[in-house]
């Protein structure tokens, strides 16, 4: 067994339904825990929904209903997507059940007693999309919040303060012990860049006055808490920890927590990046593992959101092209990190040229053949030549390469390597032409040996493909002729080869050529 993995989406903050944005980490992470449990890890994924704050009161307000009915039906809307995509978390967390309530209230106790909270009055910027105060520096040159376009408002409160300078240097210590905890690298670089001057306290309370959907503060019931400290606190609900000293913590999952990550969109950087692992610290825990940053999903340019009208809808992505091409396409074509394109031009490239033409119709003509020319079975290895052992030695390649960039978070790269394999074997196909040694009887022994070297191939592939392609993986390997297949295919199966005079299963026909919308615009 390797170490076990904690993955996490952000906390869905559940003012609209999901969209591409949020299908995306989810799908990643259960894209990880696939590929994880390949490795013969344990892994448990977190995804949940967070549910205080004041845009939410304000949505339920605009829809005739408490916050609580209003976030019992978003959170289903939400859990619901994962289920029709085909996303299986460990749990759907969410920010308002009792258990979380009472840790959060916990945590902020401990950080009273400790000295660690204050309370003062403050006069500044506040942006009410993000639900902060920004810094003069956060504004554009226009003067509005980068993410939201608006201006800010000025407000004074008197509200509780984090001391987070107090924990910076040991968050900057961390950062620079552990140089792969923010992935990719130039995410590292503005994380430093934030720790390395003094750090602002922390306003964690909103009034009541103004707000009452919040956790009440433990110490002043005139008080919520910020949902930012909050919700990120879920990430340590979620495996047992209920706020006491840690000494205390019976059931907390501690091992997990040390092998944490977090999946996350660049917008929320910095409150992963420095409000958490100062919180973190000053609950004597260490920071999380590693943070994996994500980029947006564009379309015409623009950052997907509600505000902005532009939302592509997951569900409707689905019900078009269904859930293996819709994975496919969000893994393959964000290159990890950087903003990605959603177009439906590119999705149904993209599909065609590497499922239905790609793997696809690779399986498909090899099977196809084997059922023609070789009475359906595994025909034997002995005549294979150099050529043969060429093809099988670039394929062999491709196992530790994918893990490779998978263990470097650079999924597109892991499956542009897979497309790159398949495209090998098509043109060893394309080369030795079995189509045309099957009409010589005096080829027998040399279709044979080409048709066995592309079965193979394709067993390594429908190992290598399980995590981001499980249906297909699924159909292949019963396709191949693999009737006992454990649930999850270990990585070590990419060494197995399908058994001479196995019967064959049926031609599968896994990934149909996809057609254009005819009016995709209307359908989102
Ligand atoms: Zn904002």
Known sequence: MGKPLYITTPLYYVNAKPHLGHAYTTLLGDTL????????????????????????????????????????????LFEGT?????????????????????????????????????????????????????????????????????????????????????????????????SDAIVPHHYMKEALAMLEEPLEDLCISRPTSRITWGIPLPFDRNYVTYVWFDALLSYLGGLGYTGRPLAEEKSFRHDLWGQSQHLIGKDILKTHAVYWPTMLLALGLEP?????????????????????????????????????????????????????????????????????????????RTLTLVHKNLEARVPSAAHRNDEDRALLAKVDGLPSKFAEEFANARYHVALASFAETVATCDRYIN??????????PAQKDRLAAVLGTMLDALSLLSVVMQSVLPEGSRKLRSALGFTNDPEVLAWELTGLRPKEGTPLGEVPRLYPRLELPKDPDATV
């Open 82 to 178: 994962w289920k029709l995509l085909g996303l299986n978390p460990d749990i759907s967390y969410r920010t308002t059940r009792p258990s979380h309530i009472k840790l959060v209230q916990e945590a902020l106790q401990r950080l009273k007693d400790q000295g660690d909270i204050r309370f003062s009055s403050y006069t500044g910027k506040y942006c009410l999309g993000c639900e902060r105060f920004r810094t003069d520096q956060e504004w554009d040159e226009k003067g509005l919040c980068p993410d939201h376009q608006r201006p800010p408002e000025i407000r004074e409160e008197s509200n509780y303060f984090f001391n987070m300078e107090k924990y910076r240097q040991k968050t900057l210590e961390y950062y620079r012990g552990h």
């Open 431 to 440: 080369d030795t032409k079995p189509w045309s040694l099957a009409k010589d």
């Open 33 to 76: 825990k696939s590929f994880a449990l390949q490795q013969g890890r344990e892994c448990f994924f977190l995804a949940g929904t967070d549910e205080h704050g004041e845009k939410i009161a304000q949505s339920a307000e605009k829809a005739g209903k408490s916050p609580m009915e209003f976030v019992d039906e978003v959170a289903a």
């Open 288 to 364: 999380a593992r590693q943070l994996q940053v994500n980029g947006f999903w564009l379309t015409a340019g623009l950052k997907m959101s509600k505000s902005l009208g532009n939302v592509v809808d997951p569900v409707k992505v689905y019900e078009i092209f269904g859930a293996e091409a819709f994975r496919y396409f969000l893994m393959r074509d964000m290159s990890y990190g950087v903003d990605a394109s959603f177009t439906w031009e590119s999705f149904v490239s993209r599909a065609n040229s590497e499922l239905a033409n790609g793997i696809g119709n690779l399986a498909s």
